[in-house]
């Protein structure tokens, strides 16, 4: 990562907003300084289709009256040369250096490659460190699904998946009731447990210490199998191509109530049959370079897929809380608390596309009774206060490279909203500048299931194709489903 900009006295910097409650002059947190760390250089990107064309000017009024009411997004980070700590310093920020509005012809052919290529070329270069660290880009173009796009890049020093998302809701309003926040369903944090009997203690201990044990070995070496899917060393400094399928929210809630299963286990139960699918494929290409393929299974045996799976360690897990917070314009509880647990994937083809949910609720249901997540967190700060950041970042970077790919999954609201003064059709957020070649982001938005895939086409040539075979693969489970329920 280029340098920070460096200081010798952090004196505040004449700023045009009130900043008696901001971070000026605090040290980043240990985890913010790790995204500075090579391999962990990671920016969120989120995707907006507007409804309406965009007008610049209403969407810097409103980012005025939102995104910087917090102070890390009017702050730059600084490198305090007596002390050696990287520091939040305030700084008077012109929106023209952040909001970027290209001219576009009228004629483009393909607008929707269009705004695909020109995503692709924000995720590969950096931000300019002398200033803030976000930017957000306005195409006022019609595609499949919009009338324009929004892109935005935050550098994940600033905030997790769980503050962007409670910022972006703060800064929006109910369509239906233009002067309401978004709503967000209650969800329980993993953490918040009950008084448990022994047989439950003695299996969180167990599920515990196999995943450390686990982790320990990833980052020294234990490695997934070299699949199609597994990128090379160095893959973070690659460009992305980003993709979004979107399903529908009530054919997920038919196919989890069917299975008495959670919407976080179909969500993954379709990303590993999609996996699945798509690995066959690659390799029975390869098997069939001189013919067509034909389709049958080409899937070796034993495969070791892991997903770094992210988790908000947060004592509550409910955004609503985050929002309201964020409306009133205060940091506390903001920034990076994440955790993550290695989430191993069962990859194959089956007979009943049911197995899927069955194998995905049975992994995530040892995952929660686990504190995997919170160790990596508690660990992760315990080496950067007494080796320093770039021991953690050595080690962090050993996991994504000796692991496959990473999955997230944030609920979003049940509202249809409007953001910087415009509808939303869609919102899609995801990563780029990890070390894994593959990202997949699951969303929900109104009545919406949406998959985001941030793909690096050095190792995965045909991301579309994957996209394709997630959406089959849920077509096949919710096909399954009904044909059961005939049955009965």
């Known amino acids: 990562m280029d340098a920070l900009p460096t200081y010798k006295s952090l004196k505040p910097i004449k700023t045009s907003r009130d900043i008696s409650n901001s971070e000026d002059g605090q040290p980043l947190s240990p985890i913010a300084r790790l995204f500075h760390e090579p391999g962990s250089n990671v920016y969120i990107v989120g995707i907006f289709g507007s409804k309406t064309k965009i007008d610049p000017d209403v969407a810097k009024a409103s980012l005025v009256k939102g995104l910087l009411k917090h102070p890390r997004f009017s702050s730059l980070q600084a490198l305090d040369e007596e002390t050696g700590e990287v520091r939040w310093v305030a700084t008077e920020v012109n929106l023209d250096d952040h909001v970027v509005v290209p001219k576009l012809e009228s004629n483009i052919e393909s607008p929707d490659m269009f705004v695909e290529d020109y995503i ?29 796009v929004i892109v935005y890049r935050i550098h994940h020093s600033i905030g997790d998946g769980m503050s962007i998302m409670s910022l972006l809701l703060a800064c929006s309003r109910k369509v239906s009731d233009p002067m309401a926040l978004p709503t967000i369903p209650e969800v329980r944090n993993s953490s918040q447990k009950k008084k448990i009997g022994f047989w439950a203690a003695l299996q969180l201990i167990w599920n515990t210490l196999v995943g450390v044990i686990l982790f320990v070995a990833t980052s020294l070496f234990l490695k997934d199998t070299k699949t199609p899917l597994k990128g090379p060393v160095g893959g973070e400094n690659n460009p992305r191509r980003v993709l979004k399928l979107t399903t529908s929210l009530d054919d997920v809630k038919l196919v989890k109530n069917a299975m008495n299963a959670t919407i976080n286990d179909v969500v993954l139960a379709v990303t590993e049959a999609g996996l699945s699918r798509y690995l066959n494929r690659r390799y029975g290409e390869l098997e069939n370079d001189k013919g067509p393929m034909k389709w049958k299974n080409y899937l070796p045996k034993n495969i070791r897929l892991r997903a770094i799976f992210y988790v908000n360690i947060r004592p509550a897990a409910g955004l609503q809380d985050l929002v309201a917070m964020m409306d009133k314009g205060s940091p506390a509880r903001w920034g990076n608390k994440i955790g993550y647990v290695l989430l191993p994937f069962n990859i194959g083809l089956r007979e009943d596309p049911l197995d899927y949910i069955h194998q995905a609720k049975a992994a995530i249901n040892r995952k929660k009774a686990s504190l995997e997540s919170l160790f990596a967190y508690i660990f992760t700060k315990f080496l950067i206060k007494f080796f320093g950041s770039k021991v953690a970042g050595h080690l962090n970077y050993k996991v994504f490279c000796n692991t496959t790919l990473w999955f997230s999954n944030v609920p979003g609201t049940g509202d249809e909203i409007a953001f910087c003064g415009h509808e939303l059709a869609y919102y899609a957020p995801t990563c780029c500048g990890q070390p894994n070649s593959l990202m997949i982001h699951v969303v929900s938005y109104a009545k919406k299931i949406i998959y985001i895939i941030s793909a690096d086409e050095g190792t995965i040539p045909d991301p579309h194709q994957l996209s394709d075979d997630l959406e089959e693969s849920f077509k096949l489970i919710k096909d399954a489903v009904l044909a059961r329920k005939q049955i009965k």
Do not use: F, Y
């Open 120 to 148: 692709a070329s924000l995720t590969n270069p950096k931000l300019d460190k002398s200033k803030p660290l976000w930017d957000l880009h306005i195409l006022n173009i019609k595609t499949s699904e919009s009338e324009g």
